[in-house]
């Protein structure tokens, strides 16, 4: 596939424009460690692969077509990061509850930190119609199968977006470190991340299908 270099550089693009998933992953790694975060770096992965299997079987023309379904879904989406910034703006603390003072040793909720991850790109319209774009511009008929095509470039779709979103993970657990030793930092940061998951929900909210 001759154009695989065009579409490697347009994801690597695409994952660098701030957004909810980054964002997500940021908060994620700076409140709740490493392993949370990387947690849920995994849910952004099954919800993209998600997409491109939707997108694969055509499921993605239907939100083109139908305004109803996609108004559904990105409403869906909407409230979804919205009620993700309400809850982080009043948690009574910034640290994990497994972390706070007479908490015990409980278990990182990292099966919940999966599924932060998953819903919050799944229930993204706009992310499926990305892949149900991108994907077809590279599928060459006469190079081989097309199912097979697709699989590649799928996998490198979620493969790439992976990479990115541990190295953003791992970005955050080290900022969580640093801010550890700032109170006054800790609660900015709260509000910032905060502001933007609402600030992207309302966007969301606000925006009109594609054509």
């Excluded at 239907?62 to 982080?88: C, D, K, N, Q």
């Excluded at 990115?164 to 969580?176: E, N, P, T």
Aim: aromatic share 8%.
């Amino acid at each position: 596939m001759a154009d695989l270099g065009i579409f490697v550089g347009a994801l690597a693009i695409a994952y660098l424009v701030p957004g909810p998933d980054m964002v997500l992953l940021l908060e994620t790694g700076a409140l709740r460690g490493r392993g949370q975060a990387l947690a849920t770096a995994a849910g952004l992965a099954l919800a993209r692969a998600a997409h491109v299997a939707l997108a694969a079987l055509g499921l993605a023309a239907l939100l083109r077509t139908s305004p109803w379904t996609f108004e559904v879904v990105r409403l869906a989406g909407a409230a979804y990061l919205i009620w993700l910034g309400i809850a982080m703006l009043g948690a009574s603390s910034l640290l994990p509850p497994e972390a706070r003072p007479g908490a015990g040793r409980a278990a990182p909720s990292y099966r919940i930190a999966l599924r932060r991850g998953l819903l919050t790109n799944i229930t993204n319209p706009k992310a499926l119609l990305f892949c149900s774009v991108l994907l077809p511009q590279f599928i060459r008929p006469d190079q081989g199968a097309v199912a097979g095509q697709f699989l590649l470039l799928g996998t490198i779709l979620v493969g790439i977006g992976l990479a990115f979103d541990i190295v953003l993970a791992l970005a955050g657990a080290a900022i969580g470190r640093w801010l550890s030793r700032y109170p006054l930092a800790q609660t900015l940061q709260r509000w910032a991340f905060a502001m933007l998951l609402i600030g992207f929900g309302a966007r969301l909210a606000l925006s009109s299908r594609p054509q």
